[in-house]
């Protein structure tokens, strides 16, 4: 991990861990999820969604939602019970649960093909309150400052929503603007990462990428994660039963109970 300090989930809303997977687990999911890329579901289980299909741009960024569902090693990546216990000492939990993941494929970018805006995940989560939600990623190739690593803010999870600020709005230079219009110093940490290693952030955490100058793809696996202190709220309409994927292990394991 190249980031020298140390950085505090709940002050600075971010943090690192070390080196959490070895190099065998890293390469075996990393295959697993080109093979979901292309449209092969090892156990026959397709993703919740496709954002990215076959044919389509192959500079832009490649993200399919709730690839641990289509393969077996994804699946045992996300689920490796030193990964629960690592995300409940950082959290402080007595449990952890995996509602969602995505597969964040960025190959190298033409343009603004690979930026991803300035946003904070909560305001994606209508079904959620705003406590006991957390982000891992997991990088399963080396992420170095020419990568599009992701970026945060630090502290930024002490703030007040921010209006204009979108993760499809690949226009960085327009965003921040509005950021130096709301606060006019504003640190940015980018998350340099080994593969195999981990950065968590909370949902109420402003973070964005830019595009990938390097040859070979950025790789990472997105983990959506609750802890006990987690809220759902009942919301009619479209994300009325979202979460009802909540009580089937075989979509949302608990991986640490205390």
């Not at 991803?116 to 170095?144: E, M, N």
């Not at 109420?204 to 809220?231: I, Q, W």
Request: with cysteine.
């Amino acid at each position: 991990m190249s980031v020298g300090t140390t950085y505090n989930l709940k002050e600075h809303g971010f943090c690192f861990l070390p080196k959490t997977f070895s190099n065998s687990a890293v390469l075996s999911a990393r295959n697993g999820l080109w093979s979901v890329i292309n449209g092969k579901y090892e156990t026959g289980v397709c993703p919740e969604t496709r954002f990215w299909n076959l044919g389509d741009d192959i500079n832009s960024i490649i993200k399919i939602d709730k690839p641990h569902l289509c393969n077996r090693a994804v699946w045992n990546l996300v689920t490796d019970k030193q990964f629960g216990t690592c995300l409940a000492t950082v959290t402080n939990a007595k449990q952890i649960q995996i509602w969602h993941s995505q597969v964040v494929w960025k190959p190298k970018s033409k343009e603004d093909s690979g930026n991803a805006g300035w946003h904070r995940d909560s305001q994606y989560w209508p079904f959620w309150s705003k406590k006991g939600l957390y982000t891992a990623w997991i990088a399963l190739s080396d992420v170095c400052s020419n990568s599009g690593p992701v970026r945060f803010i630090p502290g930024s999870n002490h703030w007040k929503d921010l209006s204009g600020l979108d993760f499809f709005d690949k226009n960085l230079l327009a965003q921040d603007k509005i950021l130096k219009q709301k606060n006019k110093k504003v640190n940015i940490v980018r998350s340099t990462l080994d593969k195999g290693e981990v950065s968590i952030h909370s949902s109420l955490t402003y973070h964005s990428s830019e595009g990938n100058k390097e040859d070979a793809p950025r790789v990472g696996m997105v983990v959506h994660f609750c802890t006990e202190s987690a809220k759902q709220i009942k919301l009619k309409g479209e994300n009325s039963s979202y979460l009802n994927s909540l009580n089937d292990d075989n979509v949302s394991p608990i991986i640490y109970k205390a």
